[in-house]
Nanobody, 121 residues
Framework: VQLVESGGGLVQPGGSLRLSCTAS????????MGWYRQAPGKQRETVTT???????YYMDSVKGRFTASRDNARNEVYLHLDSLKPEDTAVYYC????????????????WGRGTQVTVSS
């Protein structure tokens, strides 16, 4: 199973970005998808998660500014980032909890390689 992110970049404070992530491989089903981020010198933190039914979780600092969505048929998850702040600067990683074909009923965690988001004037 592979996760590939796209959509990062440099944006001014107050600007917007849209991140996308596509999961591919021997996927039977995806239970949870989400986005984590890691800034230099800081621990990785959960930005948002979204279940297959669309239930979402957001970390407090992004509530009202970031919106997660997913396309279950395409195995894709998206993150729309609005009103960006310099403190949002980080590498953003896509995450998926996947039931892999041929692996039985267990679910496994998979991560993308990350996409850089830089918020700076």
């Amino acid at each position: 199973v592979q996760l590939v992110e796209s959509g990062g970049g440099l944006v001014q404070p107050g600007g917007s970005l849209r991140l996308s992530c596509t999961a591919s491989g021997d996927i039977f089903s995806i239970h949870v998808m989400g986005w984590y981020r890691q800034a230099p010198g800081k621990q990785r933190e959960t930005v948002t998660t979204i279940t297959s039914s669309g239930s979402t979780y957001y970390m407090d600092s992004v509530k009202g500014r970031f919106t997660a969505s997913r396309d279950n048929a395409r195995n894709e998850v998206y993150l729309h980032l609005d009103s960006l702040k310099p403190e949002d600067t980080a590498v953003y990683y896509c995450y998926a909890k996947v039931r892999v074909m041929g692996w039985g009923d267990d679910v496994s965690d998979f991560w993308g390689r990350g996409t850089q988001v830089t918020v700076s004037s």
